[in-house]
């Protein structure tokens, strides 16, 4: 991923999501943490660096985001993981790598997790539903488009 990124004139990521009551009803609302990939040794030689970790998961101070109540302050450390169903995209010399944003107990601090954690239960209610009606699934997919 790194190379593509590279390719596309990236020089440093940024693990991207939407905090949860960020500025209370303005929904919409991004943060991340840009991370240089270009790295340079003590003789001034230039690398790239960026591995499977970097990509993968992320920490951020959970405490700069307000969370209603969901956490003291001694545990105010907030984890980002890379979302698998959002590609990641470049805009100028940033990769931004999709990510949900949670407390280490599980409980979502962006936007996107509740709506994740809702899909599944569509998913997995709706094949219990239509199996009830005689039809066999694994799950269904939740779509809206520009007519909803």
């Known amino acids: 991923m790194r190379d593509w990124a590279v390719d596309r004139g990236a020089t440093s990521y940024c ?3 939407q905090p949860l009551g960020s500025t ?3 929904h919409g609302n991004a943060a991340g943490v840009q991370i240089s990939m270009l790295n340079f040794a003590a003789d001034g030689t230039p690398s790239w660096e960026f591995d499977a970790g970097d ?7 959970g405490s700069s985001y307000p969370n209603g109540g969901l956490r003291a302050t001694h545990t105010a450390g907030g984890y980002l993981a890379v979302d698998p169903l959002s590609p990641p995209f470049c805009r100028e010399d940033v990769m931004f790598i999709p990510s949900a944003f949670m407390a280490y107990t599980g409980q979502a601090l962006d936007e996107k997790t509740p709506l994740h954690r809702s899909c599944e239960a569509l998913s997995t209610e709706g094949a219990r539903l239509l199996k009830a009606m005689g039809v066999e ?10 007519e909803q």
């Open 15 to 17: 693990h991207w999501f």
């Open 24 to 26: 209370g009803v303005r």
């Open 55 to 61: 990509l993968l998961t992320g920490e951020t101070d």
């Open 137 to 146: 699934c694994s799950g269904i997919i939740a779509n809206i488009g520009l």
